[in-house]
């Protein structure tokens, strides 16, 4: 009897163990401040997924060329920027081993990237035909992609041409090739947000608190023109102007028009678009946790009947 209690606790043990490593595996990392999480920009970059399309693309750092440049004349610049990232965790509806994500807020956060992001940033692993996830039927996926004029081709005669996005084309990005958008972006480059969610520290944690960490820069530090200071980047200069103000977005379900609501949205869209089969992998776990509760006990029963003579 002893012996039995002894193997039923480790199994149970095993299996809380388990569930513990795969809570862990879906909640969001989160940056704290101290000086030792606060790795150099580059560390952050490796822990990309190897497949990560943030990853393909040489990731350029806030300071333009010009920065560098300057580096010599500004001096003090370098030593300054040790300035870490601040990231406060936020509470998210897919945290949790039984954590899904809010469709509403998926499709504002669609809206807030379509409206706004889209200038800057591609996103080119997803499709149109994908929103179904968020929600729209087809006919709206088939209006929101007609929308886009997507540079298709080359036809009959050898040219490429334009035509309205049809739900199979991805993204359309909003520039054609690397050069264009860092020329467009003062030397930097605005990274694919496909995977973004995935390939920074913090996910949705990281770009709300990028979205919501603008600040002036100290009276010590002066910036070049091109640079911003945001208390979430590594050593707080980001090459990005904020892009969001209150009031720019027009939601159509009565919701907070903020800066915050927008940050909130837009993270969720993107922690869905680098996670999309976030909510199925939960649901399995939990299928598989219960699978194995309910065998352990008819494990247990088959043992006792099985031993029943012997004791
Ligand atoms: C005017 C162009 C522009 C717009 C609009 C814009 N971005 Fe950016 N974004 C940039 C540039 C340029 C960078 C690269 C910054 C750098 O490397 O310092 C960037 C970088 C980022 C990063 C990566 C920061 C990092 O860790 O390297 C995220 C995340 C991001 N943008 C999200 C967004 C979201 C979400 C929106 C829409 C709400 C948005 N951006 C709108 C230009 C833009």
């Avoid at 060329?65 to 897919?94: D, K």
């Avoid at 949790?96 to 200038?119: H, M, N, P, W």
Wanted: a negative charge; glycine letters at 8%.
């Amino acid at each position: 009897m002893v012996r039995t209690r002894f193997l039923l606790s480790a199994a149970f043990a095993v299996m809380i163990a388990g569930s513990q490593a795969f809570a862990a595996q879906s909640e969001p990392q989160v940056l704290g401040g101290t000086p030792e999480q606060a790795e150099p920009a580059a560390m952050e970059k490796e822990a990309a997924p190897a497949e990560s399309a943030a990853a393909e693309i040489p990731h350029e750092a806030a300071a333009p060329a010009a920065a560098a440049e300057h580096g010599a004349e500004a001096g003090g610049a370098a030593s300054h920027s040790g300035g870490h990232s601040v990231i406060a965790e936020q509470s998210w509806s897919f945290d949790g081993i039984f954590g899904t994500y809010d469709r509403a807020a998926l499709q504002r956060g669609f809206q807030v990237y379509k409206e706004v992001c889209s200038a800057c940033h591609s996103m080119s692993r997803l499709a149109y035909r994908n929103l179904a996830d968020l929600g729209y039927t087809e006919a709206e996926i088939k209006a929101i992609a007609a929308d886009v004029s997507i540079t298709d081709g080359p036809n009959d005669e050898g040219e490429m041409f334009d035509r309205p996005g049809r739900p199979s084309d991805h993204f359309r990005a909003p520039y054609v090739n690397i050069q264009a958008a860092k020329y467009a972006n003062n030397g930097a480059f605005p990274p694919d947000l496909s995977l973004i969610a995935k390939a920074r520290h913090g996910g949705a944690d990281y770009i709300y608190a990028i979205l919501t960490g603008y600040e002036e820069p100290p009276a010590n530090r002066e910036l070049l023109p091109g640079q911003y200071w945001n208390k979430a980047m590594n050593g707080n200069v980001l090459a990005m102007p904020a892009p969001l103000n209150a009031g720019q977005v027009a939601y159509g379900d009565g919701t907070d028009q903020s800066v915050d609501q927008y940050a909130r949205d837009v993270a969720q869209f993107l922690t869905w678009a680098a996670e999309p089969h976030m909510e199925v992998r939960k649901r399995t776990g939990v299928k598989v946790f219960l699978f194995l509760l309910v065998f352990t006990g008819v494990l247990y029963a088959a043992k006792r009947k099985v031993w029943s003579k012997v004791h």
